[in-house]
């Protein structure tokens, strides 16, 4: 048998196929011919090394799995796969999945529940996200709950949640201060905006929305400092412009982070067009 027949052939997305899920996919707007080309590897690698597999009857076909594996793979342009290195699968239903939880109290009671989630990042083991929060249609919410949970990948890296991925050690102090300053600040712009509530209202309802579209973030960031950089993660490729005129500080420490400068691409666009 020639020794041809050995040789792996590489095999990487096609080119019909890689154009079709960028044009998908509004949130590479920023990146020049050279970054496209090395997030286009990313994927290849991505996809030759991760499970991207259905569960509860979704059947993830060739576009979805490279519109995954695109979304997961932007934030980790400037990081590489090894990011991704501790996990293979990613499970993707065709909805909210139910998760069952365990919470113990300051008062030491127990509780049990279940909850509906759209996205999961396990420490050391599998991405689960619902293709209706990921799909198409899903991204007019403004966030985007695929990158939110590989930021949450990225984070976890150094073995804790915590809002800290792995620094350089000349980068840590500062990301440290401006990750703490900047929830805080969030943390006190939400809880202006929920005084400001009317009583009559439900502040979860879809009433009070209108209240919270005043925040530069969705006030699940204020859950905890991992949760800040996962939403700002999605807040950075999204809706940059807004994140930068917020916060410029942790905006220019998430561009430093992530090699990229999404708002700065907007700047461009706008000086062409006058
Ligand atoms: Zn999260």
Redesign the pocket.
Known sequence: MPLRWFRRTPRGIADDLWAQVLQSQPLVGHLDAADLTRLRALVDGFLAEKHISGAAGFAPDALVQASIALQACLPALNLGLRAYADFVEVIVYPDQFLVPRRRTDDAGVVHEGIEALA?E?MDGGPVVLSWADIGPGSHETGGNVTI??FV?KIDLLDGEADGIPPLPAGRHARWVRLLEDTYDAFCDALEHVEAQIPRSVDPESAAADRYYEALPLDP?AA?DP??FF??SGEAFFVTPVRLRSAYPEWYQALSDFFGQDPAGAHDAEASSIR
């Open positions: 996205g990042a939110h949970e949450h699940y859950t991992s949760e996962a939403v």
